[in-house]
């Protein structure tokens, strides 16, 4: 066995880095010189949170910024800084700054939540370094010069609850040649005109996530994009213009009146929808040269038109390879059984609905039918407190019709999810 003496000092860096919190890390490379050489030279990690630590919110903020800079300026070697003072108050921009400027040699990530007065310009005191993922936090950004705040090898961007004008996010993607993924959370995007339009572009781009954001129009250029997820947004128009390389829509609690991702679809090997108003004819058709789509999530949808139906010959036939199928019960009347088309590779499928009804026990019987190689069913219900005699006999024939099922499909593993 290996005493902890005997170990190289680049091992105790990395045991020290992997604590992450400062108040830890401190402690800890009190333990000896040999692990305060450590912590000089080789810790690469380092976190101040302010719900790690209950006393942060004791000391004065003059304290802390003295506290903060005395343990970053005792390492040499930081590659990931974490300062996250979500409900404290604001900083000195001086520290902040010092903060900055000391690890921007060897920083390559940096995730920022700092109230400063005055503002800090990250994007100004961060450009032109090996930084590679930079997320930022209640912080506002402005006055963006591609041509000078660069971005040479940064990979990841995040920005929540940040303020910046569309001009300014569309300039920062062009300062970032190689960024593949985007995050925009609850952005205060300031817009030059009446209408609310933002076009976004990046030939490097592979992942975007876009929560709570409201725009008239919203334009993303990504030929290299694989995975969109736009959740509790309000959009007039979202349009994708790409080269087909997207794998993975997911749609979540989203109100847009015209959704776009392009022609080519051949590559989507996932669609999760969910809480969603479509109108299904049109969403089909968009999706139905998915050839290699491998999970399809239709939850809690609501249709544009009553008489729209689910085409579950059509899902088949369009199809072949989809593995994992998963229906909300809010489609019953419209999803129907029509034609003999099995879901040939389906091994997992979950239904769910929100108000018990006979025809459901129908619907899973139906479909578990067109499954030949199912192997796993998930049954999702609500189930109210206070239930009529109606509804518990309802629920008792249910019950009744999976045990039936259960004896029938006995290879099927079958589990139950209610609330």
Avoid at 193 to 207: E, G, V
Avoid at 224 to 236: M, R, V
Avoid at 372 to 379: E, F, G
Wanted: charged share 20%; with cysteine; proline share 2%.
């Amino acid at each position: 066995m290996v005493r902890m003496d005997h170990l190289p000092v680049e091992v105790i860096g990395n045991i020290l880095s992997r604590l992450r919190a400062a108040r830890d890390v401190v402690i800890a490379s009190a333990t000896c010189k040999k692990w305060r050489e450590a912590w000089r030279n080789h810790l690469h990690t380092l976190s101040f949170n302010s719900s790690d630590w209950s006393v942060y919110h004791d000391l004065t903020t003059s304290r802390l910024e003295i506290l903060i800079t005395q343990t970053i300026f005792q390492t040499t070697a930081l590659q990931c800084l974490s300062i996250f003072m979500d409900d404290v108050d604001e900083f000195s921009a001086a520290p902040v700054i010092a903060w900055l400027m000391y690890t921007r040699d060897t920083l390559r990530q940096l995730h920022y939540n700092v109230r400063t007065t005055p503002n800090v310009n990250i994007i100004e005191k961060c450009s032109r370094q090996k930084l590679e993922v930079l997320a930022l936090a209640h912080n506002s950004v402005t006055g963006v010069e591609p041509s000078y705040q660069k971005f040479p090898c940064l990979k990841s961007l995040s920005l929540s609850y940040v303020s910046i004008s569309a001009l300014d996010l569309s300039l920062l993607l062009t300062a970032c040649p190689k960024l593949t993924s985007l995050s925009l959370i609850n952005p205060d995007i300031a817009m030059s005109d009446a209408q609310a339009t933002m076009k976004l572009s990046s030939a490097s781009l592979k992942n975007i996530y876009v929560e709570a954001v409201s725009l008239d129009n919203f334009t993303l250029e990504a030929d290299a994009l694989e995975n969109l997820h736009l959740k509790d947004c309000t959009l007039e128009l979202f349009e994708l213009i790409g080269k087909g390389s997207l794998k993975e829509l997911k749609i979540d609690d989203v109100s847009v009146l015209h959704l776009d991702i392009g022609e080519n679809t051949e590559n989507l090997q996932i669609v999760d929808v969910s809480s969603f108003t479509i109108m299904w004819p049109k969403f089909y058709n968009m999706i139905s040269k998915s050839s290699n789509l491998r999970r399809l999530r239709l939850w809690g949808v609501v249709f544009d038109d009553e008489d729209e139906v689910v085409d579950l010959e059509n899902v088949s036939v369009c199809f072949p390879l989809l593995s994992h199928l998963s229906l909300s019960y809010d489609l019953r009347d419209v999803c129907g059984l029509q034609g003999t088309s099995r879901l040939e590779n389906v091994v997992v499928l979950e239904l769910g609905w929100t108000i018990i009804s006979e025809l459901f026990s129908e619907w899973v019987a139906g479909l578990i039918e067109r499954c030949p190689k199912l192997r796993k069913l998930v049954i999702y219900g609500v189930v109210s407190e206070a239930k009529s005699h109606e509804e518990c006999q309802t629920l008792a024939n249910f019950t009744s019709a999976i045990v039936r099922l259960m004896r029938k499909y006995m290879h099927v593993e079958i589990q139950f999810e209610y609330e």
